[in-house]
C-alpha cells in the first residue's frame, strides 16, 4: 500500500468536477478533495503537509481569482515550492500557457477533457503504486454490449445489463479500491464462485474487479433484473457476517434494451445515474431506486 496521499481538484463546475472525478476513481486510489474556490482550497491546505498532496488540478478562471496566482501564491509563500498542478480552462492563450510552464506547471489541459490524454499526463505525474492495475471499467465492454445488443435486435427479445459492487459506507470506496477486501472476505474466490451459481448459460459475468461485477443478460426484461437482484442480494447475505453489513453497502443498477435506451452509451448512463442515486442516498435502502417493477407480470427468472 502507498502512503496516504491526495489529489485536490479546484473548479467551480460541479458537473466538471463530477465527470473528473468519476474518471480518478476509476484509475487511482488516491483520495480526492474537490473545492470551488480558491478561498476554500486556501483554508483547507494551510495546515496540511506539502507531502500529503499528490497533484492539484485547478481551473485557471475561478469566480474569486485566478488559478495559476492561487499555485504561485502556495508555491512561493505557503511552503508548497515543489508541489505539482495541472491547470484546465476552457480559455486558454499561448501566453498563458508559457506563463504556466514558467510557474512550474506539469500541464495546461485545454475543456473539454480529453481523458486518455489526461491519464498519460497524470500516470508521468503519481506514483505507480497509486494506479489501480486490475480495475476495468463498464467502458471496457463496451463493444462486447454492443454486439449483444445487436443480437437482440435481430432476435426482437430484451436486453439487461446489470453491475453490482459492494463498497464501503463511509466513503462509497469500493472494498477492492481501498485493498481491504481480504480483510473482509474472501471476495476473489467466494464471491465469483457464487455468483456464477446464479446465471443461465446464455448470461454473462464479467469481474470488474474482485468486488464489482458486471452481468450482461440476454432474454430478460426489467422483472427479470428484480429477480437478478434479489439473488445477488442473497449471494452477498450469506458471504457477509451482520457485522460486516454495518460497514459495507451492496449497490446494483440495471438498465434494459430497448425500455431504457437503444445504444451502448444509453443503457451505460442509465446505469452510472442508478449508482450516483443510491451513492446520494448516503446508505439510505437502495431498493428505492431500483427500476420500477411490473407486478402483475411473472418475473423471468434468470
Same mark, same amino acid.
Given at each position: ?34 473545492f470551488n474556490s480558491i478561498k ?7 495546515d496540511r503537509s506539502v507531502k ?59 475543456? #473539454?477533457?480529453?481523458? +486518455?490524454?489526461?491519464?498519460?499526463? *497524470?500516470? /508521468? %505525474?503519481?506514483?505507480?503504486?497509486? $494506479? ?125 434494451? #430497448?425500455?431504457?435506451? +437503444?445504444?451502448?452509451?444509453?443503457? *451505460?448512463? /442509465? %446505469?452510472?445515474?442508478?449508482?450516483? $442515486?443510491q451513492f446520494a442516498s448516503q ?20
Open positions: 500500500m502507498p502512503e496516504p496521499g491526495k489529489l485536490i481538484l479546484v473548479d467551480d463546475s460541479p458537473l466538471f468536477r463530477a465527470r473528473m472525478t468519476d474518471f480518478l476513481k476509476m484509475n487511482y486510489s488516491f483520495e480526492i478533495e474537490e476554500e482550497l486556501q483554508n483547507y491546505i494551510k500529503e498532496i499528490l497533484l492539484i488540478i485547478m481551473d485557471l478562471y475561478l469566480p474569486d481569482g485566478n488559478g495559476l496566482s492561487a499555485i504561485r501564491e502556495l508555491k512561493h509563500n505557503k511552503g508548497f515550492p515543489g508541489i505539482p498542478f495541472l491547470l484546465v480552462s476552457a480559455r486558454i492563450d499561448k501566453e498563458t500557457v508559457a506563463l504556466a510552464y514558467t510557474e512550474g506547471a506539469k500541464d495546461v489541459i485545454a475543456k #473539454p477533457v480529453n481523458y +486518455e490524454k489526461l491519464k498519460l499526463r *497524470i500516470d /508521468k %505525474i503519481i506514483s505507480p503504486e497509486y $494506479k489501480i492495475k486490475d480495475k476495468k471499467s463498464i467502458m471496457d465492454y463496451h463493444h462486447q454490449i454492443t454486439n449483444e445488443i445487436k443480437r437482440a435486435q435481430r432476435g426482437s427479445y430484451n436486453l439487461s445489463i446489470f453491475l453490482a459492487g459492494i463498497f464501503q459506507k463511509v466513503d462509497f470506496k469500493s472494498v477492492y479500491k481501498d485493498n481491504s477486501y481480504r480483510k473482509v472476505i474472501d471476495l476473489e474466490k467466494k464471491y465469483p464462485e457464487e455468483l456464477q451459481k446464479i446465471m443461465r448459460d446464455t448470461d454473462t459475468i464479467v469481474s470488474l474487479s474482485p468486488s464489482e461485477y458486471l452481468f450482461i443478460l440476454p432474454f430478460t426484461d426489467k422483472n427479470g433484473t428484480a429477480v437478478i437482484r434479489k439473488k445477488i442480494k442473497q449471494v452477498f447475505n450469506s458471504l457477509i457476517t451482520e457485522k460486516e453489513k454495518d460497514s459495507l453497502l451492496m449497490v446494483m443498477g440495471a438498465a434494459t434494451y #430497448p425500455e431504457d435506451g +437503444e445504444s451502448t452509451d444509453e443503457l *451505460i448512463l /442509465k %446505469i452510472e445515474e442508478n449508482f450516483k $442515486k446508505g439510505e435502502d437502495t431498493e428505492q431506486t431500483t427500476p420500477t417493477v411490473n407486478k402483475e407480470k411473472p418475473a423471468t427468472d434468470s
